[in-house]
């Protein structure tokens, strides 16, 4: 099985890994680790520590935290394999025989969120710009411009997207970043799921600078061409928190669009192991989604596509299919409705995970759009509604940054401005209703109005 590995190797070793200006290899931090093949090509990533308010409950993820890089707070994580004879052994002998383990957590099989199915396309994508109303929110400023916009997935087509659109797009290679293994220039890997999400993103943020991630290209034995490893992503949003630190406190503006997810427990630990990932907040990656939401960035994840109607046929979670980071407490789970405001067949229902009310919102998919799979399939699944929902983030980032409106307040004005599909408020189906920008428009005026 393959496995995350945290130690608390010496100080100095944890600051050359936290520090993006410095190299530290896996042979540095963790040579030597009894049963366990060490994954060479993979970089060790800092994790930051959680750190509660003063008289906090240190052992507590469930208050409010910041989180801390220092040298003597932060662990490392390094990748590797551990044979299935042997993985019970290892994992409880291991903190013994080295002292600098801290944990061994699952390392789950990670793939896009495509739909099952094969029906036509309900309406196209001059539909959904109409419905978030993106003339409205270009007439306010809000067209995503100044805004990075990473896109996490099989890598983007930069041409492709601009054909479709039939506008120029915004790439910020310099900030873009592969796997390790994985390469291929940013904007120019090949049409695939990643280009379709990128074209989603533009739809209400035309003017973002999109950040190219292909972070399911990453190779593994027995994978798919679409599927990556969770390690691969902790890299990803570690990257992400460099490109976060380097913006101006006053702007700062990150949304993480994410269309993908872990399917089947078989590639994790059971629940109740300390190893697990879905349903364990103290799972490395999502302590680093917690904290890339506390430095200020926007993080959405699509629900899945194991709703009841019609579930992929990949759906192995026998109930509460949104699991792990795409039912965290601080990111944004979409799920999807045609632009008829159905919720489509596929769109995972909650109760989540990490956090019950899973899914948070919908937002549009099921339409033809970037014709990333030929001209007559639609951009579909919770893989188009979760960009088309981070585009709209993207474009209210525009004049509304962090430092203005937290990630926090941002959720919940989503979720409050929502147009509620049921008689009871927030439901597993819909969440607190579809995304809707006269809402949200109208909220930030007031907003901006109270603090003038």
């Not at 943020?205 to 599927?227: E, H, M, N």
């Not at 702007?251 to 078989?266: E, I, M």
Request: contains cysteine.
């Amino acid at each position: 099985m393959r496995v995350l590995i945290q130690l608390r190797p010496s100080p100095d070793l944890v600051a050359a890994v936290a520090d993006p200006g410095q190299t530290a290899t896996t042979a540095d931090v963790a040579d030597g680790l009894p049963g366990v093949e060490l994954d060479t090509g993979f970089v060790p990533v800092a994790v930051p520590r959680p750190v509660p308010a003063a008289g906090g409950d240190p052992l507590s993820l469930n208050q409010p935290l910041d989180f801390s890089l220092a040298a003597e707070d932060a662990s490392v994580l390094v990748r590797g394999t551990i044979s299935d004879d042997e993985l019970a052994t290892r994992v409880t002998m291991l903190p013994t025989l080295r002292p600098d383990v801290v944990g061994v957590f699952a390392d789950p099989v990670i793939e896009s969120s495509l739909t099952c199915g094969g029906d036509a396309p309900v309406g196209d994508w001059r539909d959904v710009e109409r419905l978030i109303n993106a003339a409205g929110l270009a007439a306010e400023g809000l067209d995503g411009a100044g805004v990075a916009l990473a896109v996490l997935d099989t890598g983007i087509n930069a041409a492709h997207v601009a054909r479709q659109l039939g506008r120029g797009v915004t790439l910020d290679a310099e900030r873009s970043w592969n796997p390790s293994g994985v390469d291929g220039r940013p904007g120019e890997f090949a049409v695939d799921h990643g280009t379709m999400c990128a074209f989603d993103t533009l739809i209400g943020a035309p003017q973002a600078s999109l950040i190219d991630i292909p972070v399911l290209l990453s190779t593994r034995p027995g994978g798919s061409a679409l599927d990556g490893l969770l390690s691969d992503a902790i890299a990803a949003f570690a990257h992400l928190r460099t490109v976060l630190d380097a913006q101006p406190a006053d702007s700062k503006a990150l949304v993480v669009s994410n269309s993908w997810g872990s399917f089947s427990p078989s590639w994790d630990f059971p629940v109740g192991h300390p190893g697990n990932y879905s349903d364990n907040a103290a799972h490395p990656f999502n302590l680093i989604v917690a904290s890339l939401d506390r430095a200020g960035a926007d993080v959405l994840f699509a629900a899945g596509n194991c709703g009841r109607e019609c579930r992929d046929g990949r759906c192995a979670y026998p109930a509460r299919p949104i699991v792990g980071a795409n039912s965290h407490p601080k990111a944004l789970s979409i799920g999807g409705v045609d632009v008829d405001g159905g919720r489509v067949g596929y769109s995972s229902q909650g109760p989540g995970r990490l956090t019950a009310r899973k899914p948070d919102v919908c937002s549009y998919t099921h339409f033809s759009g970037s014709k990333a799979f030929g001209d007559a399939e639609p951009d579909s699944g919770t893989s188009a509604a979760c960009p088309v929902a981070a585009g709209l983030v993207a474009a209210v980032r525009t004049r509304w940054p962090a430092t203005r409106l937290s990630p926090a307040q941002l959720r919940a004005l989503l979720r409050r401005t929502a147009e509620d599909r049921s008689e009871v408020g927030f439901d597993y189906d819909y969440g607190y209703g579809i995304l809707d920008t006269a809402g949200i428009l109208a909220a930030l005026r007031r907003r901006a109005e109270s603090v003038a």
